[in-house]
């Protein structure tokens, strides 16, 4: 088993056993401007006061650390136990254009993100033949480079009634958004790009593009955004890549949502509606044939299309204290079944922020969500190994079908180990990996820690 763990695995135990002992009530300095201090939001400390200074003058520096680990602890494609690790680093500054050049309402934003390790779905929870539709390491994927993530400009007018963000940009940042720390996908922020993220990049893969917002009021807006498409953005060593090159077209995104706050307590909520239109052509699934070389091709190409739905709302306090409490999310995406792999996903999650007295920013957190799979897709996969001459699934060649739905479950509590420091141990089940009926079902363990430095 040791054999298997790789380094940053063990990295993690550190990072986890750090926490631990914060959560016990140990520190390393009492003033909360030096590093290490548990009450300070940076576990490099306050740099002498320096950050502080420079965030109320305008700049605020940014630097994250996220760690995910997952074991798999029995079923899936490989049954043995093997446990895979992946990170990202987060380096950015958030300059307040108002305060610097008295730029009313006005920010600048610059971030670079670097990934890196592996994830558990790719060849033990799923079968490599096709992997799973969901990752139970969301830190995970979308290249394991370094990349410019955010280089935007924001400015507001008319009292903030009319908002626009133009640069370097990720889609899901500003559309269909919530706020998750699950660390399954599933459950994650920006479903109706993990789900169509070959027409809508998530983070932290940024393109060209930027949107416009109305603001009618404080609660209610709507927005519409365009955002250039070019899939060499993917590409690891594309990271910084700034021309549009090999562009194949644009999304556009349009959502109306409300934030309100509820009751006496003012309990926030978030209810977002929104519609995506890619000018992309993509292949369609049920036009699909085999020619006479055994290859599969295509009668037809289509623009993509989909929708979305999101309601996230905090629904009770604690002796009217609102940062604690009850809140419940939901999602739903509906994508096209001419050119989309998967064209439906649902998810509902709960979490509780201070369940305990003694323990008032610890959360803990439960989900599941379903991933279907369009049936004209899985026809194409048929069509393939009957070209092939293959029925078998225990054949190398055998293209697995993928038919019906994955469903992701996830469990979490959250320790509040510091003010720079959470660690969130986790359960998970997937059952139909990859929505391959012949994958046994999975139980896997996870750990995520998120720090800020």
Not at 292 to 299: D, E, F, M, P, V
Request: neutral net charge; glycine residues 12%.
């Amino acid at each position: 088993m040791a054999s298997q763990i790789p380094f940053r695995f063990k990295k993690l135990s550190l990072a986890c056993s750090l926490g631990l002992l914060f959560a016990t009530g140990s520190s390393f300095a009492a003033s909360t401007a030096e590093p290490f201090s548990m009450d300070s939001p940076y576990m490099l400390g306050d740099w002498g006061g320096a950050r502080t200074n420079w965030k109320q003058e305008g700049v605020d520096f940014q630097i994250n650390y996220t760690g995910e680990a997952a074991s798999n602890f029995a079923g899936g494609h490989r049954t043995s136990t093997t446990a895979r690790y992946a990170d990202q680093w987060g380096f950015g500054v958030n300059l307040d254009l108002d305060k610097l050049l008295n730029w009313s309402d006005t920010e600048f934003q610059f971030t670079v993100t670097n990934r890196n390790g592996r994830n558990l779905n790719n060849d033990v929870t799923g079968d490599p033949r096709v992997g799973t539709l969901s990752s139970s390491q969301e830190v995970w994927g979308r290249g394991q480079t370094t990349r410019l993530t955010q280089l935007w400009l924001r400015q507001g007018y008319f009292n903030d009634a009319l908002d626009i963000k133009l640069g370097r940009v990720t889609v899901g940042e500003d559309f269909d958004s919530l706020n998750s720390n699950f660390e399954n996908l599933t459950m994650g922020s920006g479903a109706a790009g993990n789900w169509r993220g070959d027409r809508w990049y998530n983070w932290p893969v940024s393109q060209w593009g930027g949107r416009i917002k109305l603001n009618f009021t404080p609660e209610i807006y709507t927005q519409v955004g365009i955002y250039n498409q070019n899939p060499k953005n993917y590409d690891s060593g594309n990271g910084f890549r700034l021309d549009t090159k090999g562009t194949v077209g644009n999304l556009v995104p349009v959502e109306i949502g409300w934030l309100p706050k509820l009751g006496a307590e003012k309990l926030p909520g978030k209810y977002k509606i929104g519609a995506y239109y890619s000018s992309t052509n993509g292949d369609v699934y049920h036009t699909s044939y085999i020619d006479s070389n055994g290859a599969q091709q295509y009668g037809d190409t289509a623009h993509a299309y989909g929708g979305y739905l999101l309601a996230q709302q905090q629904i009770t306090s604690v002796n009217g204290d609102a940062s604690r409490g009850l809140t419940l999310t939901v999602q739903g995406v509906m994508n096209d079944k001419k050119t989309s792999k998967t064209d439906n996903f649902q998810s509902i999650a709960f979490t509780y922020v201070g369940l305990f007295d003694a323990r008032p920013q610890d959360e803990i957190g439960f989900g599941v969500g379903r991933i279907h799979v369009n049936s004209d897709f899985s026809q194409t996969q048929r069509q393939q190994n009957d070209a092939n001459g293959v029925n078998s699934y225990n054949n190398p060649t055998y293209l697995p079908v993928q038919h019906g739905s994955e469903y992701d479950y996830e469990l979490y509590y959250g320790i509040k180990a510091t003010n720079w420091l959470t660690v969130r141990p986790n359960l998970q089940y997937i059952s139909a990996p990859g929505a391959v009926s012949q994958v046994k079902d999975a139980f896997i363990g996870g750990v995520m820690v998120n720090v800020s430095l």
